[in-house]
């Protein structure tokens, strides 16, 4: 191999890390002109951005740790982003119920200067300051597209009607719903249409400076084999890896971490009729939500646990699962159980450890840190951060690796759609009309279930298929092999689970049996 050929070998940007940080770092570079290879170890979306609480919010509890940035920064995401992928996100509203029980938690900065000026209250939350909270939240962020908030009459609002009695008035505000692991694959996919290699199922294992680049020493699963890339920068987004590609793996030496944070969630059969969520605060101050779910089920989540080691699989535990049924039982005429609850799933956040006493009061704020390694081969660590500021996380990372590549093109991704979303927000029922008006095969609930997934590239997935036999086997829940090839051929699927717990929640009505067809299947496909 010549000089020359070694210079084209190396990547600008080697992104360590498939979750949606690493996605969306690397769909901006690639973007910009760089050169981009990115790594995941397993599937793309496989550990926490498959296993969030699935909004797209500017987080109305972070103001009572006075984390305005955050929040503004956001909340104006939260409408850029609509924009940009109107198929995988939408408004949603949230009812938030009042009483006068509630009470801040104790630690939050917001309930330390309540407890010092008004010391009667005893860390209850006064309906006044909730409202107030809200105005904020309404105008920090120039809402242009989502309705304001409004004070709901529980006594005669249909809202009411699931609550036990107790609650007479609630406020009723706007937040969004996101399809977490879609926005994550669109982002890959993007980045390699702009230029970046995506593998999935490719371990990095480690990596050591050579002169000006990393060498950088991967295998690959499927087949077992090893191999060695190279690259002038790192960017670590291993999500709860962080800290150990930090110290194991790439063996740079520093004094931050990561705080771990399992988040646990439940969902049941559905529990009310109307399309809001319910924000609950309990008496501990803790808040948890009750969103309505994949059309027949309700999602209860989450808890905040402490969770030490990234490599034991996060489970929603007994505890946590009796835990959200208990506290939606306060608010809910009626009562859950444990039989009522079809499924659990668990995530570990790696947040920034800026040693909070509590994980709730852990930041949830993103963080990046820049090992210089001189002027030459850099390493961009990532801590935290949450889907709705992906974005402006990879232009604050950009600016970060700028340095290392002042010939990267200026910020590009605001207002840019992601495959499939190029259609206005509130396109959805003129989408689902003329796919139905062109594929008269589809009933409703199979036309809106392809847009949401899909946008625009619905009408490729079908193609000129003329009945619904043309679209290949049925695997059941509307699933088809035109929808599979499509989803193995552009969206990097290579096993059923792929299938149906990440670009899709199929597997809430899939059984066994369709399952391991569909598994078998894929398998043949991939042989």
């Known amino acids: 191999m010549t000089s020359s050929d070694i210079t084209k070998a190396v990547s600008d940007l080697f992104v360590i ?64 982003l609509l924009r940009a ?19 801040f938690e104790s630690e939050t900065p917001t309930s330390k200067v309540l407890n010092t000026v008004m010391p009667w209250m005893r860390g209850r939350r006064p ?4 409202r107030l909270g809200l105005l904020m939240y309404d105008n920090l962020g ?17 809202e009411g009607g699931p609550l036990e009695d107790r609650f007479l008035k609630a406020f009723e505000y706007s937040d969004c719903w996101v399809e977490d692991s879609r926005l994550v694959v669109l982002n890959a996919r993007d980045a390699e249409a702009r230029g970046a290699r ?52 790439v063996r740079i030496p520093t004094n931050e971490g990561v705080r771990l944070v399992r988040g646990s969630h439940i969902v049941t059969k559905r529990l009310y009729d109307h399309d809001k969520a319910y924000f609950l605060q309990g008496e501990d101050g803790r808040i948890i939500f009750t969103i309505p779910y994949e059309t027949d089920f309700t999602l209860i989540g989450t808890t905040d646990a402490e969770h030490h080691d990234p490599s034991v699989k996060p489970v929603c535990t007994d505890e946590e699962r009796d835990y959200l049924i208990a506290f939606a039982n306060r608010y809910l005429k009626r009562d859950i159980t444990a039989d009522d609850v079809v499924w659990t799933y668990s995530g570990v956040r790696p947040l920034y450890d800026d040693g909070a006493s509590s994980a709730t009061a852990a930041t949830r704020d993103y963080v990046l840190k820049v090992d210089g390694g001189g ?9 935290g951060g949450k889907i709705t500021t992906y974005r402006r996380l990879a232009e604050s990372a950009m600016e970060r690796i700028a340095r290392t590549f002042p010939q990267a093109a200026e910020t590009w991704t605001a207002g840019v759609p992601l495959p499939g979303g190029d259609f206005p927000v509130d396109g959805v029922p003129a989408l689902v009309a003329g796919l139905r008006a062109d594929y008269p095969y589809l009933d ?6 392809l847009v949401r997934a899909y946008g625009t590239e619905a ?48 597997g809430l009505r899939m059984t066994p049996e369709q399952v391991a067809v569909l598994d078998a299947w894929m398998v043949d496909r991939l042989a």
């Open 198 to 249: 995506i593998h999935t199922r490719t371990r990095f294992d480690a990596a050591h400076r050579d002169g000006d680049h990393w060498s950088i020493e991967l295998t690959d699963l499927a087949t077992g084999e090893s191999r060695t890339e190279r690259a002038r920068m790192i960017v670590n987004a291993g999500g709860p890896w962080v800290g150990d590609i930090i110290q194991q793996r």
């Open 127 to 130: 309906a006044w300051l909730i």
């Open 444 to 449: 409703a609930r199979h036309a809106l279930r």
């Open 142 to 158: 120039g809402r242009k597209i989502l309705p304001g908030t409004r004070s709901l009459d529980l006594t005669r609002a249909p």
């Open 85 to 103: 992928m109107p198929h995988i996100s939408w408004p949603m509203r949230f009812v938030l119920p009042y009483h006068p029980d509630m009470r």
């Open 459 to 506: 009408r490729a997935i079908l193609g000129d298929a003329a009945t619904l036999a043309d679209l290949g086997p049925d695997f059941g829940a509307t699933l088809t092999g035109a929808e599979v090839t499509w989803l193995m051929e552009k969206e990097y699927a290579r096993t059923a689970e792929d299938v149906i717990w990440r670009r899709s929640k199929l």
């Open 375 to 383: 002027d030459t081969a850099p390493v961009l660590n990532v801590f």
């Open 17 to 80: 890390g498939g979750g949606i940080n690493g996605c969306g770092i690397a769909r901006d570079a690639a973007g910009r002109g760089l050169s981009v290879t990115l790594v995941e170890q397993n599937d793309l979306a496989s550990a926490t951005s498959s296993a969030s609480t699935k909004l797209f919010h500017g987080g109305l509890r972070y103001l009572e740790y006075f984390e305005v940035r955050l929040v503004r920064e956001s909340l104006i995401e939260r409408e850029t």
